[in-house]
């Protein structure tokens, strides 16, 4: 990969991961009351466009750049956000009026997904994958919330921390990107991988 192609890359995350933190931070405000429901259409445009639109033209573009993990991700969540917005929306400008319970098992599979990312993201960094590890307990107590077993609250601060630590992660992106250095720490990755020797290096070592 050439270094033109790399700083894109990195670019590319820095901006996911802004339009996630704009989609979380909002969403989680108006959980926890702050905003209120009289702009509830309002808080699921900005859900829509920032953690949906935004988070998928990234992901695209990551794709584009031959990063797979960050494609994907980025790709996967950002289609969530669109489809629960978009469903949402219709069900408070229409008379379709959607029950909750139709979102429990699309959160149940990103709680999922999620879990396998932070698998993935820890032999990235350390920010990262914590991250994802917030991330899939927001899914998890979604699930519980929309099933009514707890309330607003917890998915709502959730949704918070997601959202900070997003920007946390994009602002590094983006200064490593310009800087070439890492002025904002991420931390080191938990799993490294171990490099396969070929077969014939094998052979002449056995």
């Known amino acids: ?16 991961l802004f339009g996630l933190a704009v989609g979380a931070l909002t969403l ?3 959980q926890l009351g702050g905003i209120p429901d009289s702009n509830k259409v309002g808080t699921l445009v900005i859900a829509l466009i920032f953690g949906g639109i935004v988070q998928i ?7 584009r750049y031959h990063e797979q993990l960050g ?10 956000w669109l489809t629960v917005s978009i469903g949402k929306l219709v069900s408070e400008g229409t008379s379709f009026h959607l029950d909750m319970v139709l979102f429990a098992p699309i959160n149940f599979v990103y709680a999922a997904f999620s879990a396998v990312m932070v698998y993935l ?23 519980l919330a929309i099933l009514g077993i707890i309330g ?38 938990f799993l490294h991988r171990t490099r396969l020797l070929p077969k014939s290096l094998i052979k002449q070592n056995g």
């Open 1 to 16: 990969m050439s270094d033109v192609e790399h700083h894109r890359r990195i670019d590319v995350l820095a901006i996911g």
């Open 152 to 189: 607003e609250t917890i998915p709502g601060l959730l949704h918070i921390v997601v959202g900070f630590m997003a920007f946390y992660h994009a602002v590094a992106s983006l200064t490593q990107a310009f800087t070439g250095h890492q002025l904002v720490p991420l931390g080191p990755a």
């Open 121 to 143: 993201t820890a032999y990235r960094n350390a920010t990262l994958c914590i991250l994802h590890v917030i991330i899939t307990i927001t899914f998890s107590s979604t699930v």
């Open 57 to 63: 033209l990234a992901g695209i573009t990551d794709i």
């Open 71 to 80: 494609g994907t991700a980025l790709t996967m969540y950002g289609f969530f």
């Open 28 to 30: 989680g405000v108006a």
